[in-house]
């Protein structure tokens, strides 16, 4: 998962429900999750329309937390790992390389010495069976998906070994596809038109946002704060046959539909059914029909820039002011979505403890709070059912929201 995985995993669920995958969660810890699904994924798909997953991978052994040494859980974990890189490779020389995720709850101490010594063991047991092979490394035991990529881990001759750490269960499993980093690295850097000044949602937390949204793609969503573009651009990537935005900057309508042409031209992807105006979100009602869209997904103004320390009074009128904004956009919202209807939208946390009065900008509109995670996982949401994205020095941190429209009667 993620740098968020509690944003990873709801992000997941809102994915196989949308496409009605049938799942069981089998592990749970703090940066992997193990499914169990009773068909066949298509794992390079669903990683190419993921933004919080870093890298996918299959099941090839699990094994009960039962080793009385370190020496017999190295010997049966070389075993495996041996067995199955004879079996996929037969006599090719093969590139392989080891990762190991939640071994802070291990009973062995994991660093980069056990890992080197692990590698080298399978390597020498490739050569007993006539098989060459290169050990792929990083600083970390954990490799990045640039290094699996860049080292052909993920080729026909290669393989990344995933030791997962589990509640019970030590998982064995190999990558089957990573995070598409230089894509979402051009589309956020190499696309023509950047606003830094006014705040660039990334586009893997856009892509996250049309997932929680869980709205089908023959469905209207709009962007009605598009600024760049970045939500429009992710769901048009994503398939979505009827897209809008707006924004009550000229500027910024220039400089999403400059963007969405090179998207056009770098994707060769169809944006006819994208449709971008100029229109104050306070006013949406004279630019959109009445229950004309399926879901609203977007990040508005979230005022203005701080200071490393701003004055207590200063941020009190920060916050009534975006109250204020909020609430005339979500009664807005609330018109021009379809009853049923989903809001994904991100809410600022001023200094990273003062947050906005969701229950008092939603009073009186026929719109609820959405969990963003099932029953089971809500104690994984904050007190509000949301869920927060931030890194931990930002000034301003971003709190994702979902609404509901009620439905009629």
């Not at 949308?18 to 994924?41: P, R």
């Not at 200094?351 to 900008?361: A, Q």
Request: proline share 5%; net charge positive.
């Amino acid at each position: 998962m993620g740098r968020e995985p509690r944003l990873s995993i709801a992000e997941i669920i809102s994915y196989f429900n949308l496409q009605k995958i049938v799942y069981q969660i089998l592990d749970l810890q703090s940066d992997f999750c193990v499914f169990a699904t009773e068909q066949n994924l298509a794992t390079n798909k669903i990683m190419m329309e993921l933004g919080g997953t870093i890298k996918i991978a299959g099941i090839i052994g699990e094994e009960k937390n039962k080793f009385k040494s370190s020496l017999d859980f190295k010997e049966a974990l070389v075993k495996i790992i041996i067995k199955k890189l004879q079996a996929e490779q037969k006599n090719r020389k093969i590139f392989f390389g080891l990762s190991f995720y939640n071994t802070k709850n291990s009973r062995f101490a994991f660093n980069k010495k056990l890992s080197l010594s692990l590698g080298l063991e399978i390597k020498k047991g490739l050569e007993k069976n006539n098989i060459n092979s290169r050990l792929v490394t990083s600083r970390d035991i954990a490799l990045s998906s640039v290094t699996v990529k860049l080292n052909k881990l993920l080729s026909q001759r290669g393989a990344e070994i995933i030791y997962a750490n589990g509640k019970e269960k030590i998982w064995l499993a190999k990558t089957l596809a990573v995070q598409p980093f230089e894509e979402f690295g051009e589309r956020d850097f190499g696309r023509p038109e950047r606003d830094a000044r006014s705040g660039m949602i990334p586009p893997k937390l856009a892509k996250i946002m049309i997932n929680l949204a869980k709205t089908p793609k023959t469905e209207a969503i709009l962007d009605p704060f598009c600024g760049s573009g970045t939500i429009i651009s992710e769901a048009a990537i994503m398939e979505y046959q009827k897209i809008s935005g707006s924004d009550i900057s000229a500027a910024a309508i220039s400089n999403t539909r400059k963007n969405i042409i090179w998207l056009k031209e770098k994707y060769n992807i169809n944006i006819q059914s994208i449709n971008i105006e100029q229109c104050d979100a306070t006013k949406l009602h004279t630019c959109f029909p009445k229950n004309s869209v399926a879901a609203i997904i977007t990040e508005p103004f979230l005022g203005p820039p701080l200071k490393i320390k701003e004055k207590p009074e200063l941020i009190k009128k920060i916050i009534a002011y975006l109250t204020e904004l909020y609430s005339k956009v979500l009664q807005q919202f609330s018109e021009i979505l379809k009853p049923g209807g989903t809001i994904v939208m991100i809410f600022p946390i001023i200094h990273g403890e003062n947050y906005l009065p969701l229950e008092k900008i939603i009073t009186g509109l026929p719109l609820t709070i959405s969990p963003l995670l099932p029953i089971e996982f809500q104690n994984k949401l904050t007190q509000r059912q949301t869920l927060v994205y931030a890194r931990p020095e930002q000034r301003v941190k971003r709190e994702i929201v979902r609404f509901m429209k009620k439905e009629l009667g």
